[in-house]
């Protein structure tokens, strides 16, 4: 093993406060593995969440790996070495289980590129007994595990605190991995790919791509068969109560995102269901974590930072979020609020904090119509005028840009509507984040294909030009070709993994599914219709098909009212 790489973790370990060291023997030992760097993985709270729950059990071990960062790679190739575990230095085919928590679809790449560099191989068809069990949770897995169904044994379909303490109790009975398998596909949330057959239809080769259309199509879905006795349907599965389990963060650093700062989740799941938004469908119904465990929880983190971090997809809307703000002795930070006057009330709260993050999403009404954000331009505008009054530095903006039925317009819009803020107050920075609409499964806009590339572009170009020249503000957007990648690999099925495959040479994720025979336009571009068979249809995730479809339309209907 390279002394180098040993040096660069036992410094990383030496800024950490909360690690869980454990005897490895006689335990099941479960390696975490986040599909990204140390710094990005680390600032993930459901990682912490996950290695705190598995490290209360007497009888499991539960340690840490990450993606190389990129600098280090040719480090390991040139010494041969294994990516290993921060605690202990094992390499990953040491350990029982390889358990992957996985939260961005552009992480999917890094999973194989671990694998590879662990000398593990990739498809579960391919391992043996011999080799680590894989299994797989994160917000990825709830909504679509099917891009990675041949490369893992066990998916989680869902919110895993319950059930991963079901599945280390299957795993300890289980004299073998088949009864494992057979065991583990009768606990509620949880998905055995193996058990599954998809046929496709029998389309015949693609053509050749030409340069700015479709070469073909690989032919839908025409049939998905349970085996063995499983499940026809994967119950999603989710905690009722968040305040009685023991989910939180053991481990605190300054080398995250959120440097020294402890995250405390105080409400899971959104009431306002954004046509778009994945997190506010899958994690349904909203539920909001009680006074007493925040309070109990704020008085754990005093005892290791001052520095506290408030998650949850709509905070404005947690009824203690006033009272928890004016703690003693905690300095809060806050994720984006919603655009009202109780967020100006919170801005207030946040002392010391020199910057707040709102999300309009579209500039004009009709489009906030459309994706179904109960906000207006005068609740924005307001809502800016009392941040800024109360001395905020810095107001950040989130908006998309090629969401369905939008026009010039909408994005004449977004310029309007940042024009009218900065004329609020010549005080303060504003600071416009924009990002591509990605279609996400459980979401009316399954159905709706993406925008052209040269049109988001071309959109985001628009509004550069425009705002940049204006004193104070700041414009920063996503790299549009990984927003399409990202839609490839979330609208994915079983087929996806060759490309996957292949991009552990080619780079270029297109040139990759070129390669593989895949037209990702197929996937990415296309509008659906509501007979197609869906990749996730198997997966109940408490919101019946119908009644997303019936929001699509209407979302269709309010781009023409």
Not at 422 to 441: A, E, H, Q
Request: a neutral charge; proline letters at 6%; glycine letters at 6%.
């Amino acid at each position: 093993m390279s002394r180098r790489l040993i040096e660069k973790i036992d410094k990383l370990l030496l800024k950490e406060k909360g690690t869980i060291f454990k005897e490895p023997g006689g335990r099941i030992n479960v390696c975490l593995v986040y599909p990204n760097t140390y710094h990005v993985g680390m600032s993930n709270l459901g990682f912490q969440g996950i290695y705190t729950l598995l490290n209360d059990r007497s009888d499991t071990l539960c340690e840490r790996a990450f993606l190389p960062d990129e600098d280090d790679i040719d480090e390991y190739v040139r010494t041969d070495t294994k990516p290993f575990a921060l605690e202990s230095k094992r390499p990953l085919n040491n350990f029982d289980i390889l358990a992957f928590s996985v939260s961005f679809e552009n992480d999917y790449p890094n999973i194989l590129k671990i694998l590879e560099l662990a000398n593990i191989p990739l498809r579960a068809s391919d391992r043996n007994n011999t080799h680590p069990l894989l299994i797989i949770g994160g917000v990825c897995a709830f909504f679509n595990p099917e891009p990675l169904a041949d490369f893992f044994d066990v998916c989680f379909i869902g919110e895993a605190e319950e059930m991963l303490n079901e599945f280390i109790d299957t795993y300890k009975k289980s004299e073998s991995r088949q009864e494992l398998y057979k065991k583990t596909a009768a606990i509620e949330g949880v998905y055995v790919p193996k058990f599954y057959s998809v046929r496709y239809e029998n389309n015949p080769p693609l053509p050749p791509f030409s340069k700015g259309g479709m070469g073909g199509f690989p032919g839908g879905i025409t049939q998905r068969e349970a085996i063995e006795g499983a499940p026809e349907t994967i119950k999603r599965r989710y905690i009722e109560d968040i305040s009685a389990h023991r989910f939180r963060q053991s481990i605190v650093t300054p080398e995250t995102e959120f440097s020294d700062m402890y995250l405390i989740e105080a409400m899971r799941g959104c009431p306002w269901k954004c046509r778009f938004c994945v997190a506010g469908h899958i994690y349904s119904p909203a539920r909001k974590k009680e006074l007493s465990a925040i309070k109990g929880e704020i008085d754990n983190a005093l005892k290791i930072t001052e520095r506290v971090g408030l998650i949850g997809p709509s905070l404005t809307d947690y009824p203690h979020i006033s009272e928890v703000l004016k703690t003693e002795g905690v300095d809060f930070s806050i994720t984006s609020l919603r655009a009202s006057k109780k967020s100006a009330e919170l801005a207030g709260l946040l002392k010391g904090h020199k910057s707040v993050s709102i999300a309009p999403e579209a500039g004009t009404e009709r489009m906030r119509r459309v994706i179904n954000k109960k906000i207006t331009e005068d609740d924005i505008i307001e809502t800016s005028r009392l941040i800024f009054s109360e001395g905020m530095e810095k107001l950040r903006l989130y908006f998309m840009v090629g969401l369905p039925t939008e026009d010039d317009d909408d994005i004449k819009g977004i310029v309007s509507l940042v024009k009218k803020i900065r004329d609020i107050s010549k005080k303060g920075n504003i600071v416009l984040t924009l990002s591509t609409f990605v279609p996400k499964p459980f979401t009316p806009f399954q159905w709706h294909g993406m925008e052209k590339i040269e049109i988001v572009k071309k959109r985001l170009k628009a509004i550069k030009s425009s705002l940049l020249p204006i004193k104070g503000i700041k414009v920063f957007h996503d790299v549009p070709k990984y927003a399409y990648m990202q839609g490839f690999f979330s609208m994915g099925d079983r087929r996806i993994s060759k490309p996957l495959e292949a991009m552990l040479r080619i780079h270029d994720w297109k040139k990759a599914c070129i390669e593989s025979g895949i037209d990702p336009d197929f996937y990415v571009m296309r509008n659906k219709d509501f007979s197609e068979k869906l990749p996730w249809d198997f997966i109940d995730s408490g919101i019946s098909k119908e009644r997303l479809w019936d929001e699509y339309q209407k979302a269709l209907s309010e781009s023409i009212s």
